[in-house]
């Protein structure tokens, strides 16, 4: 089975477990060496079948262009597939269920590099320690680079994340540089 086959089955088998969920798939190049994973689509991000939308999106989309990336030749998927509620956080339980199809879609994929955004994001890829922890820093992850950040929307509740999280991409911007080259 090609990645392709291997990642439409998966989303199959997504689809056929949580029937009753409206759900976001990953989006982008399925050969990427960047992989982003973001913590859970809302209901516009899902309606418009584009993860990582809004003010937040176009953060996102800075920093891939200034790494010389676009959204067509990276992968952006998210730790929980199903869509939230305003102020709903996915439960344990549900980040758990959707871990395993996040491993998976890794495996698919096989990326070099995992920029997890938000502590949801870390759950989902079954990283214990916390956010505040691993924020910032390059580290092994398998075969793989993992890198963590705050999730963009963060800086609507408190606007100092925001330095954070551009400190962060401009590091995770000369990471990439040279280990991609």
């Not at 176009?58 to 597939?81: E, Q």
């Not at 920029?115 to 691993?134: D, E, H, M, T």
Request: hydrophobic letters at 35%; aromatic letters at 6%.
């Amino acid at each position: 089975m090609d990645k392709n086959q291997q990642w439409q089955s998966l989303n199959k088998r997504l689809t056929s477990k949580f029937r009753a969920k409206t759900l976001l798939f990953g989006k982008g190049s399925l050969n990427s060496a960047v992989m982003l994973v973001s913590e859970y689509p809302n209901s516009e991000e899902a309606k418009k079948n584009k993860p990582l939308m809004g003010s937040h999106g176009k953060a996102i989309d800075r920093f891939l262009k200034n790494t010389g990336f676009t959204r067509r030749n990276v992968y952006i998927t998210n730790a929980v597939k199903a869509v939230k509620g305003k102020n709903e956080l996915p439960d344990p339980k549900e980040i758990k269920q959707f871990s395993q199809f996040l491993r998976e879609e890794i495996k698919i994929i096989e990326p070099k590099v995992i920029i997890a955004l938000g502590g949801i994001s870390l759950r989902g890829l079954n990283v214990k320690l916390p956010l505040f922890n691993i924020r910032g820093r390059i580290i092994r992850f398998g075969t793989e680079t993992l890198f963590a950040t705050h999730h963009p929307s963060e800086t609507t509740k408190n606007p100092k994340l925001q330095e954070e999280i551009d400190k962060d991409l401009n590091k995770l911007q000369t990471e990439i540089k040279n280990h991609l080259a």
